[in-house]
């Protein structure tokens, strides 16, 4: 989990992620079928047609469903906000009584005379409000965008729905769009022609795993220990280009593979990568959204490379590692999962907390970072999980996580989550004799379940302990499903880990969640906070509250940039030379100096003692 503060007056939060809805494939009568047409060509109002073809009714009403939640979102987002102009016809084209009987759902009268429905989708992009957790009406990654002749992000859920008892019917979804658009995808397109593209799945669940970014073809491929694997972009001004993130996603991608080894087995995978021009009409809830084979991502297009890599670094590792969990080990709550009367899993410890870990733990691994930034990263986890409450039982939360007071905590399955994850790889690492981790009991579990065979909820620590030690069973019902938090100084230093308190550069422009700058949002400019406590930054260079911030380094600054300078800041070291033009009364002018960086005191991580060096590296290299 990150979070990047943007615009000073929000924190613009990654956030994820998505498990699967696997299901079973029911028998079904020959040739029965459930067709979906798509018109991207004739966009009117910013709103796209869709005709849905029905199967045979055999029941006198019937209802037309489109989902109240997508699995893994863990928010109510009723998709039928966006769905207008609900109408069905039979085959003579008369017109159905329809009833719309809650936000996502329509009642069909004389169902057994319907042959077909339409209805107009708006795109959830253009409505979004606010930034960060919880104040996204629909995580962008999860949403859809319609941008006429340019970009259509298609999320199927957000488009397709299902007619009540068919959800086990095949769909074929015929998606007509201009010449200029290319769709990059994970499924294969039977249609030949340019203009429209034909795609066949073998029921709902996999149509709506199955996303397509719309867009001036802009795609890499490359293939990765028998996976091939595209990356799809689409940059509003052309800033960003597929072959430019392209090297370091290979190097990323062939390090997960390589950590993984045995255990996946995806034949193909895309990542769509969509990248946010943040005018008011465009996405702002920025992270990702995974897929049994693909990743859907939203950042702002303004982020410099560097950061943007590194984002994609983070977040798509974190995505693809779901492979593991819930892909091929889930419970019966996500293999059969409702999308509109959802029953949520006790296990989002495992579901996301064991696969941040593992989008972690893989760097170090595979030596993409070292061992320093891993243990601080660490920290920060047990900085931001002793913040929330560390009391409430993490499966108490999983299964509630829908409503108050467990929804406010789901942000906890990124910190807290990781952190069992690293202390159950500890436990097993030590009672193994380093042999084997938390990686090793994944592989198990993936071997007496996968993909097709759900477990029950309230049996699976059972499962885990029978498949490891006593000791992870006691830790499980103790801090996991019990209210003890963890005493994480314990587990860490049975790798000769321990805590330490030491002096930390902080940013410039922010202290924790606060900033100290702020925007005219009519002249975009960049502004000195009056009135607060500047540090020592400030102080040293002479800068006052109330100035205005015109460039540094002979590069301007406004809103319009200003997510580049805070990460530029970043970079800065002490006594670095410095130059500031300001603006004070109404006068330009320029101060230079040298940098003083802000220093804060926080508790770190550090191997001090020798003697565990061996546990040490079998749990960070093995």
């Not at 956030?15 to 029911?26: I, L, V």
């Not at 509109?340 to 593992?358: A, C, D, I, R």
Request: with cysteine; charged share 20%; proline share 4%.
């Amino acid at each position: 989990m990150k979070r990047i503060f943007f615009a000073l007056a929000f924190a613009s939060v990654f956030w994820s992620c998505k498990t699967a809805g696997t299901g079973t494939t029911m028998s079904k009568p020959a040739m029965e079928k459930v067709a979906v047409a798509i018109d991207l060509n004739n966009v009117k109002e910013d709103k796209v047609m869709v005709v849905v073809t029905s199967p045979k009714i055999s029941l006198d009403e019937v209802t037309y469903s489109v989902p109240k939640i997508v699995p893994g979102t863990y928010s109510i987002d009723d998709y039928g906000k966006y769905i207008e102009d609900f109408k069905a016809f039979d085959s003579k084209g008369t017109l159905l009584s329809t009833t719309k009987t809650d936000e996502n759902t329509w009642t069909i009268k004389n169902a057994k005379t319907l042959a077909k429905i339409t209805y107009l989708v708006n795109d959830t992009f253009d409505t979004e409000k606010g930034s960060g957790f919880g104040n996204i009406d629909i995580f962008s990654p999860a949403g859809t965008n319609i941008d006429a002749g340019k970009n259509f992000m298609l999320n199927m859920h957000g488009f397709v729905g299902y007619f009540q008892d068919k959800k086990d019917l095949p769909y074929t979804v015929s998606i007509s769009h201009p010449e200029t658009l290319w769709g990059a995808t994970s499924m294969t397109d039977m249609d030949s022609s340019t203009t429209n593209d034909l795609f066949t799945t073998a029921r709902y669940a996999e149509l709506v795993e199955n996303p397509i970014m719309y867009a001036k073809p802009d795609y890499t491929t490359f293939t990765v220990d028998g996976m091939e694997i595209l990356i799809g972009v689409y940059s509003p001004s052309g800033k960003v280009t597929a072959e430019s993130i392209t090297p370091e996603m290979k190097t990323m991608m062939t390090a997960q593979k390589t950590f993984l080894g045995k255990i996946n087995a995806t034949k193909k995978y895309s990542v769509l990568l969509y990248l946010s021009s943040l005018t008011p009409t465009d996405a702002k809830g920025f992270g990702a959204l995974e897929h049994p084979t693909a990743t859907t991502v939203v950042l702002p297009e303004m982020m410099p490379k560097a950061e943007l890599v590194k984002s994609m670094q983070d977040v798509v590792s974190h995505e693809f590692f779901h492979i593991v969990t819930p892909l091929s080990i889930h419970s019966k709550e996500i293999h059969y999962f409702d999308y509109n009367t959802p029953k949520m899993s006790q296990h989002l410890w495992m579901y996301e907390g064991v696969t941040e870990y593992f989008a972690n733990l893989f760097q170090i691994n595979q030596g993409l970072i070292t061992e320093q930034e891993f243990y601080t990263r660490m920290s920060e986890k047990i900085e931001h999980a002793n913040a929330m409450n560390d009391t409430m039982p993490f499966t108490t939360m999983s299964a509630n996580v829908l409503t108050e007071p467990y929804k406010e905590q789901y942000l906890n399955v990124y910190e807290k989550g990781a952190l069992i994850g690293m202390c159950l790889d500890i436990i097993i690492r030590e009672k193994s004799n380093g042999q084997r981790g938390i990686l090793d009991l994944m592989q198990k579990l993936s071997t007496e379940y996968g993909a097709a065979k759900p477990f029950n909820d309230e049996e699976l620590f059972a499962k885990i302990t029978s498949l490891t030690y006593p000791e992870v069973g006691t830790f499980l019902t103790t801090y996991v499903s019990g209210a003890t938090p963890i005493p994480y100084e314990t587990y860490l230093s049975k790798v000769g880990v321990t805590k330490s308190m030491k002096q930390v550069p902080g940013n410039v422009f922010l202290k924790g969640q606060t900033p100290y700058i702020t925007v005219d949002q009519k002249t975009k400019e960049i502004i000195v906070i009056p009135a607060i406590e500047l540090n020592d930054f400030y102080k040293n260079l002479g800068i006052k509250g109330g100035d205005i911030l015109v460039s540094i380094n002979d590069k301007s600054y406004s809103l319009d940039n200003i997510y580049e300078m805070i990460t530029i800041s970043q970079t800065w070291k002490e006594n670095d030379s410095i130059s500031i033009k300001i603006k004070r009364d109404g006068k330009e002018q320029v101060i230079k100096g040298k940098v003083k960086l802000p220093y804060e005191e926080k508790e770190g991580l550090n191997a001090t003692d020798t003697t565990k060096t061996t546990l040490k590296e079998a749990w960070l290299k093995a």
